[in-house]
Nanobody, 123 residues
Framework: QVQLVESGGGLVQAGGSLRLSCAASGSTFSRLNMGWFRQAPGKEREFVALITPSGSATYYLDSVKGRFTISRDNAKTAMYLQMNSLKPEDTAVYYC????????????????WGQGTQVTVSS
């Protein structure tokens, strides 16, 4: 069983930065594909960034490329999302997710979810 806990959300002005963290428990962390997802009010949840178990491959939503960076530290069983040049349209609840199968992150049917952290970007 894997438990995920996000932190680092908050209120920031447009153009500012935030760093989200996802702390994971469980012994399988280094085998998990992981990702950040977000859900804005009235919209469906969407993937923001994905990272493979070793961290060797990353994938980003087009609208965040060049602004967001996903990373992980397997020794600390943690994942991060550095968000720069934030825009009001980035406002959403951000979720950490994980699964042994990468395809489940792609289609959003992953096994493990965090509780979410609110990110609000003011204009």
């Amino acid at each position: 069983q894997v438990q995920l806990v996000e932190s680092g959300g908050g209120l920031v002005q447009a153009g500012g930065s935030l760093r989200l963290s996802c702390a994971a428990s469980g012994s399988t962390f280094s085998r998990l594909n992981m990702g950040w997802f977000r859900q804005a009010p009235g919209k469906e949840r969407e993937f923001v960034a994905l990272i493979t178990p070793s961290g060797s491959a990353t994938y980003y939503l087009d609208s965040v490329k060049g602004r967001f960076t996903i990373s992980r530290d397997n020794a600390k069983t943690a994942m991060y999302l550095q968000m720069n040049s934030l825009k009001p349209e980035d406002t959403a609840v951000y979720y950490c997710g994980a699964d042994l199968l990468f395809r489940r992150l792609v289609v959003g049917t992953l096994d493990y979810w965090g509780q979410g952290t609110q990110v609000t970007v003011s204009s």
